[in-house]
């Protein structure tokens, strides 16, 4: 399935699955009744996000599908390649981002999401769902306190979700930017999204007046934060 021009979409947002943003990616496929399929790998294939999916989907006029890491030939006779590249659109939850990064490189998931990205099939999620797209963010995957994490690198340089609900996110990223531990990036409040086309912010949309997101970077040795230009739904 492929897109006209084959522009490459990400949608990042800085929470997990919000389903006030799931009208704006259904109206991104351009289609009345899209394809969309739900990658719970961060959250373990928890069944209740699953049937919560489902039920979102359902009152949207979305064709709902979810695809499990957990499973085994018994239970899925289609490859996952088949099952993700048949969608018009694929979101990833929240939840651990370090234990979703290795099971879908072991099971090759990483590869089809860039095959899916190429051919124009837009992907979203936010905290997990944003981070994963980037090559490195904060990540709360460890015991005790935020950490880093590396990602997909689909989207060039870092990521923070989480950015106006955690008060040590954003001190944290800062750090990082600081010492040049990260590559300048995207910051995210739980209810802004980032619309990207292929590497560069096409659209920035918030939930309310209060979100917002920001380019964060660093110029003579100082962090700083350039809010981005947004549309309230």
Known sequence: MESAGQTKR?????????????????SLTEKSNPRMCLLPTALADNPFAINTWYEQCSQ??????????????????????????????????????????????????????????ERGIILSG?????????????????????????????????HCPHYDSEKTRRPLYHSYIQTKKFKPGYACDD??????????????????????????FLEKDRVKEKQLTKVVL
Request: with cysteine; aromatic share 12%; glycine share 8%.
């Open 126 to 158: 936010g905290s997990a769902g944003s981070l994963c797209w980037f090559e490195h963010g904060t990540t709360d995957s460890r015991p005790q306190e935020i950490t880093t994490v590396d990602c997909l690198g689909f989207l060039k340089g870092s």
């Open 60 to 117: 949207l006029g979305i064709q709902a599908f979810a695809q499990r890491m957990f499973i085994s030939s018994y239970e899925q006779k289609q490859s996952f390649e088949d099952v993700l590249l048949s969608m018009d659109a694929i979101l990833v939850s929240g939840g651990n981002t370090l234990n979703m990064m290795a099971i879908w490189k072991a099971q090759g998931v990483d590869i089809i999401l860039r095959k899916a990205w």
């Open 191 to 216: 209810r802004a999204a980032i619309l990207f086309h292929d590497q560069e912010v096409h659209k920035v949309v918030a939930l309310n007046n209060e979100s917002n997101a920001y380019y964060v």
């Open 10 to 26: 990400i949608l990042i947002y800085g929470a997990g699955i919000i389903t006030q943003f799931l009208p704006f990616i259904k």
